[in-house]
């Protein structure tokens, strides 16, 4: 088993690993009376299961767009995986917004607001308060430039865009593990915060290989 291939199954089992605890924890804290109490709307635990699960389903997005344009096995295979990672971390999250009797959007709250009104080095972690785009997110513009191409070049548009959209994802989900209530939601955090780093340094090697390398 080569060194890519280690560092994505590192990835996968760190992420699976978190998906189980969290919803063995999901389960028991649900059924004990004694448990965490119910999130507020404005806490860093619905801000995070919120703004995550839109920075999710953009990665979900950008996966299914990369498999359309490219017969590459190791892209396809990298991108169907995080479709179904990404994919089922999002249920969770929603799931535990419906749990807490939460709506799943907040037109009231700016994006990441959770993480910069808490102030000092947490507001660092993400976009600064009032600003409409979430760390690592790609533009409209950008999307339609990934489905525009094909080949080599669609690969390696991903990748960078994915690398970049990990690192932000990593960010946000340092700051649940930071400033989330102990308990499940913040245990998957944690594992995403393992896998996505994981995640990072496989798409470096595979830029690599392709003549590319990450953006600044």
Partial sequence: MNSLTRTHWVAVAAVVLALLFAGAATVASAGDGGGPKTPSTDSADAGFARDMSVHHQQAVEMSFIVRERTRDEDVRRLAYDIINTQANQRGMM????DMWGL???ATDREPMEWMAKEGGD???????AGDAMMPGMATS????QLGKLSGKAAEIEYLQLMITHHNGGVAMAQGCVDLCEPGAEQELAKGMVTGQQSEVELMVSMLKKRGAQPRT
């Fill in 94 to 97: 929603q799931g535990w917004l």
């Fill in 103 to 105: 709506s799943q959007i």
């Fill in 122 to 128: 947490h507001a660092g972690h993400g976009a600064p």
């Fill in 141 to 144: 513009e950008q999307l339609e």
